[in-house]
Structure formats: structure tokens, C-alpha cells
């Protein structure tokens, strides 16, 4: 048999996501040659799919729009949303790191358009960029910079040094030929999660197989396997969740996802029936929705929350939504629950409980407090036309994976660093705990995979 060919360089990236391209970049800008090596013909993984939605706090965009927020509270809320089972060293490095990435994603030329109050968050901090540009725009700095991108590079195995069980390199196909790719200084893991990955989900989350899946098409989990065989440690793997909010007819490249619960909405399942607190994490409304009939809800509102609606922004443009057939209208409640197949007498009662509930500024039944995260107030669903949107859950993204430090090296299960092995991005656990903040996801990509590829590189992150 051939033996491998063999490059050689300072740093290896595996993955090109958000997490990827940050460290790829990062580690050039530190003075190291760095490859890499995407699986997939283009770079973006689930970041180019995702809503991009980053949670950051006290940014000139939010003073300018008169919102007072700070690390601190976001730290609080991150550590509240994981219910504490989260990391506070990670969760403590995310919010004192974020407000650098603003400055740094905007002087790169990235730009957001809109902050929106979403799960998980006490004040409005979802920061909305629109991700190929984003991903666009940060790869061709990291090309300048130096960066060697190398896509339909799928990498297999992770290589240890014999002498001391360093990671020096990795296996990857290269043009369809095995190669070792040595990395002098260190091998960044930036593989993503395992939304596709049927043994992982089957072995970590059992319970979300009715779930619809979408996210990148490479994102099978391999990265976190290769990790795994070398003794990784993992962190909060019991908590995967899919995301409530999907509309059923949805595929991996054209999806729909609607909060407009987080507008004032109410959740009704196939009996016409509330069964949950609409302002949770909609991670934890995904788990909800499992446990209904055929893990199919409605999303349910009158015409003020349909005013709510913020065009071109994705999640809350309930008009456009309206527009392309996707959302249910009708008069009222009965007919409302006859287009839908729902009980229209049993709808109409569980939105006038919920009415009188709002007037009484007490929901008795499921303790709704506010439309999000104990925020903003709640309104009474009475002005016709009415809408739903059929909505179920969908895994989108993992948020659990391989135990790091803040420094993001990679953790054995004897709490042992693996040398030379770096992660940052949705292949990671410990951020987030048992749910999700909105915006978390991307924005941990973007924190840890910086400080990945600077570690990386060798230099004090
Ligand atoms: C529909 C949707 C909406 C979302 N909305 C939001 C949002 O608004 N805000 C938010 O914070 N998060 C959101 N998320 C989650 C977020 O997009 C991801 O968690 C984040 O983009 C992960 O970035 P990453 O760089 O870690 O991984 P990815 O962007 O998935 O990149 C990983 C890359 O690694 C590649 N790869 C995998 N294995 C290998 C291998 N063996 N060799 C080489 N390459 C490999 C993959 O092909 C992929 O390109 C959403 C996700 C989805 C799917």
C-alpha cells in the first residue's frame, strides 16, 4: 500500500466555519502558516445556514438604540439560561471576550443590521449579520493574511506523536490521497456539531429522533470522534436539544423558523391546548414539542403580534412568513382551528384562559412571566384576523461536546490537556449548560475560535 504524503506547516484548522476561519486567522496574524481543510466542497459548515443571530453585550449598536446591557448581565443570563450546570470559567472568558469581537468583526468589515430580544435574554443583545458575508468576508482576510484554505479535504484521524503523545498532525484525503498534514506548533478542532451524525445523536440524545435535522452537511460528528479516540473529555451532552419553532415542510437547504411566541404568541398542540411557558429557552420548548402528537404545535396569534413583525429579519418577519402561504389566517378561532385541523372550540377556550390570564397578570396554568426570559410585556390575543404557524423541532446544532479550558485546549478524562490539540465552536460543551442563549452559538465560534488559533500559534491569548 502507498504510504501518505506528507505536508508540513505551524497550525492546522480543521473545519471551515465561523470557529475555523477565526482561528485560521488568528493564528496567521500570530506569524504561523496555517492549512485549512474543509470535508466539504465549500467553507461555511452551519454558520452559512444559520440565522445569524451573536450575542453581545454593551455594543455601540446597542447604546445606540438605547439598550443597557453589560458583561455581567450577560454572564448572569448565560449561567441562568444553562440552569449553572454550564462552565462559569467558559461562560466568564465569553462575556469579558465578547466586546472585543464587535470592534474586531467590524473593523474586518462585517456589519449588523439589527438587535432583537431572543431566548435566554434580558435585554435585547441578538446582534443579526447575514452569515455568507460574514463567512465571505472573514475568509478572504484570513487568505490574505497567509491562511492556505484547502476544501473537499475531509480529515480522518488525528496524529500523536509516539515519543510523548503530542498531536502533531492530522490524516486527511487530499485530492483523494491520504496525507499527513504535520502542524508544528498545534491542530485546531473546528469540526462543528453532529446534527447529521445518526450513531451520535442515537447514542448522546435517543430522544430527539422525531426531530427534523438540519445544519451543515459535513457536521457528522467526526471531529469529535477523533477527539474521543484520543481519550476527550466531553461536557454537556445529555442536554441536546432541538430548536422549537421549525415549520415541518422544512429541509437542511430551506428552512423556515418562526419565534413569534417571543412576540407575545401562544403554543398549542394537535388538542388546541397550551401546554408550556412560551417564554422559555425554545430549547426547552423543543422538548415540549417532542412530547405532543405527532411533535407537531401551532404558534397562535391575533393581528398586534402580526404588527410585531420586523421585515428581512430573519425569525421575526411573520410577514413575509404570511406572504409565502407558510402562516394560517382566518377570522376567528373556530375557523382558525378548522384550517388547521385543530378542535376550533378548545383553541378558542385555551386563548381566552390565556387572555384572562394576561388581564390578571398571572398565568396560573404554565407561570408565562413576560414575552421572553421574564422580559417585555405580555398581550392579549383578541384582534382579528387570527394566525398560526405549524411549527415543530428541528436539531440545529449540538452546543455540547469536547471539555476545554478558556485557553481552549483540549481536555482528557483525567482533566489532563491533550498537547497540542486546541477546539473552539459548536464541537465544544460547557458554554451553555442544559439550554441556549440566542446568538450564543455563533458568538462562542467567534470568541474560542480566536482564542484557539492564537493558542495555537503559540501566543498568550
Ligand atoms: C438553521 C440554523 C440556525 C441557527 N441560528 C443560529 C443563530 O442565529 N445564532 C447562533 O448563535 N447560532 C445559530 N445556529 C448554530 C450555529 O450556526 C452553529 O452552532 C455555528 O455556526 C457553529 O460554527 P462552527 O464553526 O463551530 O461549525 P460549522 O459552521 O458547522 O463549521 C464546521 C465545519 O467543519 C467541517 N467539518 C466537519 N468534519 C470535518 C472533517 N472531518 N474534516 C474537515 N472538515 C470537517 C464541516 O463541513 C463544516 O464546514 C444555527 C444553526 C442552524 C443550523
Excluded at 310 to 317: A, Q, R
Amino acid at each position: 500500500m502507498a504510504e501518505p504524503q506528507e505536508l508540513a506547516t505551524d497550525v492546522v484548522v480543521v473545519g471551515g466555519g465561523l470557529a475555523g476561519v477565526c482561528a485560521a486567522t488568528e493564528a496567521a496574524d500570530h506569524g504561523a502558516d496555517v492549512v485549512l481543510l474543509e470535508r466539504q466542497p465549500a467553507l461555511g459548515g452551519s454558520t452559512v445556514l444559520s440565522g445569524g443571530f451573536v450575542a453581545l453585550a454593551d455594543t455601540p449598536m446597542q447604546r445606540r438604540r438605547g439598550i443597557t446591557d453589560s458583561a455581567d448581565l450577560l454572564y448572569d443570563d448565560l449561567r441562568t439560561v444553562g440552569e449553572e450546570r454550564n462552565d462559569e470559567r467558559l461562560v466568564r472568558r465569553y462575556a469579558d471576550s465578547q466586546a472585543l469581537l464587535y470592534d474586531w468583526l467590524t473593523s474586518r468589515g462585517v456589519t449588523f443590521d439589527a438587535v432583537e430580544l431572543s431566548a435566554g435574554q434580558s435585554v435585547a443583545r441578538s446582534h443579526h449579520t447575514d452569515t455568507p458575508t460574514l463567512i465571505r468576508t472573514l475568509t478572504e482576510r484570513a487568505v490574505a493574511a497567509g491562511v492556505t484554505v484547502t476544501t473537499d479535504a475531509p480529515v480522518l484521524r488525528l496524529l500523536r506523536a509516539e515519543a510523548n503523545g503530542r498531536v502533531e498532525g492530522v490524516l486527511a484525503s487530499i485530492d483523494g490521497t491520504e496525507t499527513r498534514v504535520m502542524a508544528r506548533r498545534g491542530v485546531v478542532l473546528a469540526a462543528g456539531g453532529f446534527c447529521h451524525g445518526d450513531e451520535m445523536l442515537e447514542t448522546f440524545a435517543p430522544r430527539q429522533a422525531r426531530a427534523l435535522r438540519i445544519g451543515g452537511a459535513g457536521n457528522t460528528g467526526t471531529g469529535l470522534r477523533m477527539a474521543w479516540a484520543l481519550g476527550a473529555d466531553m461536557r454537556d451532552m445529555g442536554y441536546v436539544k432541538g430548536t422549537f419553532g421549525t415549520h415541518p415542510s422544512a429541509a437542511s437547504d430551506k428552512h423556515e423558523i418562526l419565534l413569534a411566541f417571543y412576540l407575545g404568541a401562544v403554543i398549542v398542540n394537535r388538542e388546541g391546548r397550551r401546554f408550556v411557558d412560551e417564554s422559555l429557552s425554545y430549547k426547552t420548548l423543543g422538548d415540549a414539542c417532542l412530547d405532543q402528537t405527532d411533535a407537531l404545535c401551532y404558534q397562535v396569534f391575533d393581528q398586534t403580534v402580526m404588527d410585531a413583525s420586523s421585515p428581512g429579519v430573519p425569525l421575526f418577519d411573520l410577514e413575509a412568513l404570511l406572504g409565502r402561504g407558510l402562516v394560517v389566517t382566518a377570522d376567528t378561532w373556530a375557523d382558525l382551528g378548522a384550517a388547521i385541523d385543530v378542535d376550533g372550540a378548545t383553541l378558542g377556550e385555551s386563548v381566552e384562559r390565556y387572555n384572562r390570564a394576561v388581564a390578571a397578570g398571572v398565568d396560573t396554568e404554565f407561570g408565562r412571566d413576560g414575552l421572553c426570559h421574564h422580559a417585555g410585556e405580555l398581550v392579549p390575543l383578541t384582534r382579528p384576523p387570527f394566525y398560526a404557524f405549524p411549527s415543530t423541532t428541528a436539531m440545529l446544532a449540538t452546543y455540547c461536546g469536547l471539555r476545554i479550558t478558556p485557553d481552549t485546549e483540549v481536555l482528557d478524562v483525567f482533566g489532563e490537556p491533550i498537547e497540542g490539540l486546541y477546539a473552539a465552536g459548536e464541537i465544544t460543551g460547557g458554554l451553555h449548560g442544559t439550554a441556549y442563549m440566542t446568538g450564543s452559538s455563533l458568538g462562542k465560534s467567534a470568541v474560542f475560535g480566536r482564542i484557539a488559533g492564537t493558542r495555537a500559534a503559540g501566543a498568550k491569548a
